[in-house]
C-alpha cells in the first residue's frame, strides 16, 4: 500500500469510484454516463458494468439500447434506474475503493440481492464500503461498523454483533425474521424462548404469592372475629351456648390455617 499522505488529491480520487445516495446523470447516453468515470472503457467494460449493476434489465428493452438518450439529471429515467446507472459507471471505472452511500435504498430486496452478489463474485481487486440503513444490505460484509447518534457503539461481522450490539440486534429484528437474521443457529432463539418461560414462571409464581398473601388476610380477620366473640362470651350469660360456638369457629380456623401451612 501507499502512504495516503504523499498521495495527490487528484491521484486519490482517481482511486475512488463514488455512488451517492441520490444518484447523478448528466445529459448524453447511456454509454457516455458510464465511460463518465473512465472515457477509454470498452463497450464490453460498460456492459460487465451494466450485468452487475442489475442495469441491463432496462437498458436491452429500450430501441437504442447503449446509445438511448438520457436527459439532465437522468428526469427520463426512474429512481431504481438512475441509481443502477450511477452503480455501473462507478463499476466500470475500476476504481481500487467503491464507496455506495446508502446506494441500494431506491431498489427492491431481489435486485439488491443480486447485485451484491455480482459484487463479491465479479469485483474482487477493490476494497468496498457500504453505507446502509437496511440490514440486509450489509449482512456479509467482512466487517460492520454500528453508528448510533454519530458515534461506533459496535464493531464486527453479522454474527458477533447479534451477540455482542444490542442496537444493531434490535435494528436487525425490526426489519428482518429470526430465520433470516440466523438467530436459530446462533442459538439466540432459544435463549429467548428460555428467558420467556422463565419469566412465565415468575409471573405464575407472583401470582400464587398474592394468593396467599389474600388467604392469610382473610383468615386473620376470621380470628379477629373469634376473639370478639369469646370476649362476649366470657363478659355475658345467656342461653345460648356462645362459647361452644366460639370454640367451633376458632377450631375451623385453626384447621385452615394448617392446611394453609401443609
Known amino acids: ?19 451517492p445516495q441520490k444518484g447523478v446523470l448528466f445529459s448524453g447516453t447511456i454509454a457516455s454516463n458510464l465511460r463518465f468515470g473512465k472515457a477509454d472503457a470498452t463497450d464490453e467494460d460498460i456492459k ?15 430501441k437504442e439500447k447503449y446509445n438511448s438518450p438520457i436527459a439532465q439529471g437522468g428526469s427520463n429515467v ?27 435504498s431506491a431498489l427492491d430486496m431481489k435486485t439488491d440481492a443480486a447485485l451484491r452478489k455480482e459484487l463479491n463474485e465479479k469485483v474482487q481487486d477493490a476494497s468496498i464500503v457500504i453505507v446502509a440503513q437496511r440490514v440486509s444490505t450489509i449482512l456479509h460484509a467482512d466487517q460492520i461498523l454500528v453508528l448510533d447518534d454519530g458515534k ?5 461481522t ?13 435494528i436487525a429484528k425490526s426489519q428482518l425474521s ?14 429467548k424462548a428460555e428467558k420467556e418461560t422463565e419469566l412465565k414462571k415468575q409471573k405464575e409464581t407472583l401470582k400464587k404469592l398474592y394468593q396467599l398473601k389474600e388467604t392469610q388476610k382473610e383468615i386473620s380477620e376470621k380470628y379477629s372475629l373469634v376473639a370478639h366473640l369469646w370476649e362476649i362470651a366470657q363478659g355475658k350469660e345467656t ?16 384447621t385452615e390455617k394448617a392446611n394453609l401451612r401443609l
Open 1 to 19: 500500500g501507499k502512504d495516503i499522505r504523499r498521495i495527490s488529491m487528484e491521484e486519490l480520487r482517481e482511486e475512488i469510484g463514488f455512488v
Open 239 to 254: 342461653g345460648i351456648n356462645l362459647e361452644r360456638f366460639v370454640l367451633g369457629a376458632l377450631l375451623d380456623a385453626v
Open 48 to 62: 460487465e458494468a451494466a450485468e452487475i449493476a442489475q442495469a441491463t434489465e432496462f437498458i436491452e428493452t429500450k
Open 158 to 170: 453479522h454474527e458477533e454483533l447479534l451477540k455482542n450490539c444490542e442496537v444493531y440486534l434490535q
Open 178 to 191: 429470526e430465520k433470516e437474521l440466523g438467530l436459530e443457529k446462533l442459538g439466540l432463539a432459544e435463549e
Open 152 to 156: 461506533i457503539v459496535g464493531k464486527g
Open 78 to 104: 426512474s429512481g431504481g434506474q438512475k441509481q443502477r446507472l450511477a452503480i455501473a459507471r462507478a463499476i466500470a471505472k475500476k476504481a481500487k475503493v467503491l464507496v455506495f452511500d446508502d446506494s441500494f
